[in-house]
């Protein structure tokens, strides 16, 4: 995941605010607690005022040791002492009571966002899927929401609070003070804190690239360790090392040049940070001692002075928060702004459809490959109750078909009809309630086998769960482990076989009762044992409903109703299997010719 400070930073722009105010939708009834909670802030930050100019006072007791003022100076000095115990619990309050209303205020608005965020996001399209990285949209609902909530809970806070203590600070040196007191802090201060800032900027840069440097050189350990036995087998260590070699010479070479860096940085807050720290304090105890000023206007003068430097120095870094927090906002909304799936639609009147299956002139092309034409005008029927199967060399759009059908992507040319309806007309949840896809490589959620299977119904009674497990031949293996339906199946199901993993599949097909069955190649995978038994399953779910196929094992689609063999996009054959089979020069009968052996087998020949 991207470190909070590498994130990007979007530019302080009248239209990034305007952004930036749309979280503030998300408040819903919690405005009160908002503003109560800048109340807070407000008060926290007037009344930290006063702890420098109090505190102040007390260096202007410094040298009073003669007998007669000793009783009257402890006197003053313990109601100092307890003006600033009391300021300090007063603004300890504010302060609790503002962090306590900001987080009350950000944890409002992040579970709105949160929602909405997920929401949009699990209803877009398959071509935005292909479009983003699932890694990379997880971390915009992790790492920007937690760059979105310390904005709202710090940064605002202290870019406020630091602004009251450094703006309220400094008019109070320069209406209080001396001219020659405050002359040295303008003349010293603001030019150091520049140059301070600017220095900053340029060390936390060259450390970004230094550590992206390092990274560079793990990638390649990393890559080399992964693939060892590639590494052996072609004898490349000493290219690895070399590669290895190349790098850390890189590395090295930068490093000094960041060691040089470093040290003018270290040097530079040495020699003129402190240095202006201790010229300060030598010209204000030169005055003092002179009698120009006294030691209750020097104390208050260091203080105050302290109290504007670290306030007005910590700006830049909270602003720099803020705006990594309006990136993150634009990343966030891009995700809710986009278009989702269109779930409208005219309504199934039928309590279940008949099944039957029609591509027109069918044309698709992906998005991200627009010019790449996968299906070209391609025509076919799966009658109702019936098996399809679709076959072909990789790359022919036999996945696509199952996709289109399934209505992750939208046809560029040509219709698909279900019972003589265009799918496009029909409403999208209603439609899908309809198939059930089985592909070849199943993907479990991290819950419990039961879960996995209720997934097909999600009302679905313990008894149906275990009836669809039976019809799955998945029944007898769940009962066998330890805890039986309460068995976790583990991350994306790695604690199960394939075999199970398939089983499982195919239960929750069977617990939904679809119409139309898409099986995607779901035994492809599977050793022989498995396959047998999986298959079984297969068979038995199949009956009675509408069934695409797509096949690697033209074994398995001996007995479809009807095979559909594609290439390149184009359909070049159809028929049967020993409709096919008869055609010397076919393609379907070279393909089974080749994985049979050579040896062809045929059924009423």
């Given at each position: 995941m991207q470190e909070v400070q590498d994130l990007p930073k979007a530019k302080l722009t009248a239209t990034n605010f305007k952004k930036g105010v749309r979280l503030f939708h998300y408040l819903g009834n919690q405005g009160w607690a908002f503003a109560l909670g800048m109340v807070f802030l407000f008060l926290s930050a007037g009344v930290g005022l006063f702890f420098p100019i109090l505190s102040g006072k007390m260096f202007g007791m410094l040298g009073q040791h003669n007998a007669e003022s000793m009783a009257e100076t402890l006197k003053r000095l313990d109601g100092l002492g307890l003006k600033l115990l009391v300021i300090l619990l007063v603004q300890g309050g504010f302060s609790f009571g503002r962090v306590f209303m900001f987080t009350r205020v950000t944890e409002n608005i992040l579970q709105g966002l949160r929602n909405q965020a997920y929401e949009r996001l699990i209803r877009k399209p398959m071509s935005?899927?292909?479009?983003?990285?699932?890694?990379?949209?997880?971390?915009?609902l992790a790492t920007d929401l937690n760059v979105i909530s310390e904005a709202f809970t710090m940064n605002i806070a202290e870019i406020i609070r630091q602004t009251?203590?450094?703006?309220?600070?400094?008019?109070?040196?320069?209406?209080?003070?001396?001219?020659e007191i405050a002359k040295w802090f303008l003349?010293?201060?603001?030019?150091l804190s520049v140059l301070a800032i600017l220095f900053a900027r340029k060390i936390r840069a060259y450390s970004k690239r230094f550590q992206d440097k390092i990274a560079d050189a793990n990638v390649i350990v990393g890559e080399s360790l992964t693939g060892i036995t590639n590494v052996k087998s072609f004898t490349n260590e000493l290219f690895e090392i070399a590669r290895f070699q190349n790098q850390t010479s890189d590395i090295k070479k930068f490093g000094l040049q960041y060691g040089v860096f470093r040290g003018a940085f270290f040097a530079f807050v040495i020699t003129c940070i402190f240095g202006a720290i201790f010229f300060m304090l030598y010209k204000m105890l030169q005055l003092?001692?002179?009698?120009?000023?006294?030691?209750?206007?020097f104390g208050q003068f260091m203080m105050l002075a302290l109290f504007v430097s670290g306030s007005l120095g910590g700006l830049p870094e909270q602003i720099a928060g803020i705006q990594r927090a309006l990136g993150a906002t634009e990343r966030v909304f891009e995700i809710i702004d986009e278009d989702i799936e269109v779930a409208e639609g005219e309504a199934l009147h039928t309590p279940k459809v008949q099944g039957e299956i029609v591509f027109e002139e069918l044309s698709f092309y992906y998005p991200t490959r627009e010019n790449f034409p996968v299906l070209k005008q391609i025509s076919f029927k799966a009658e109702a109750g019936q098996t399809l199967a679709l076959v072909g060399s990789s790359g022919s759009g036999k996945s696509t078909i199952a996709n289109l059908l399934l209505r992750f992507y939208h046809p560029d040319q040509g219709r698909i009809l279900l019972d003589g309806k265009n799918v496009a007309d029909i409403a999208l949840n209603e439609y899908r309630k309809q198939i059930?896809?089985?592909?070849?490589?199943?993907?479990?959620?991290a819950g419990t086998i039961a879960e996995n299977i209720a997934y097909g119904k999600v009302d679905a009674t313990d008894a149906e769960v275990m009836d669809a497990a039976r019809k799955a031949n998945a029944y007898d293996f769940i009962m066998s482990f330890p805890e039986q339906w309460q068995t976790r199946v583990g991350e994306r199901g790695i604690q199960l076989s394939g075999g199970q993993r398939q089983r499982i599949a195919i239960a929750r097909a069977v617990l939904k009762d679809p119409a139309i069955l898409i099986l995607d190649e779901a035994t492809s995978s599977l050793d022989s044992e498995s396959e047998q038994i999986v298959q079984d399953a297969l068979d038995r779910l199949m009956v009675g409903r509408t069934s695409i196929v797509i096949a690697h094992r033209l074994s398995t689609i001996r007995q479809a109703n009807h095979i559909v063999v594609l290439h390149q996009g184009k359909i070049l054959e159809t028929g049967t299997h020993d409709d096919l089979i008869r055609r010397a020069d076919g393609f379907y009968r070279k393909l089974y010719q080749t994985q049979q052996g050579g040896e062809l087998l045929t059924t009423g020949l």
């Open positions: 935005f899927f292909s479009r983003n990285q699932s890694a990379e949209l997880s971390s915009r009251i203590v450094g703006v309220g600070g400094l008019t109070i040196i320069l209406w209080t003070t001396k001219f003349i010293i201060i603001p030019p003092n001692a002179l009698g120009t000023i006294s030691g209750e206007e059930a896809y089985v592909p070849q490589e199943v993907i479990l959620f």
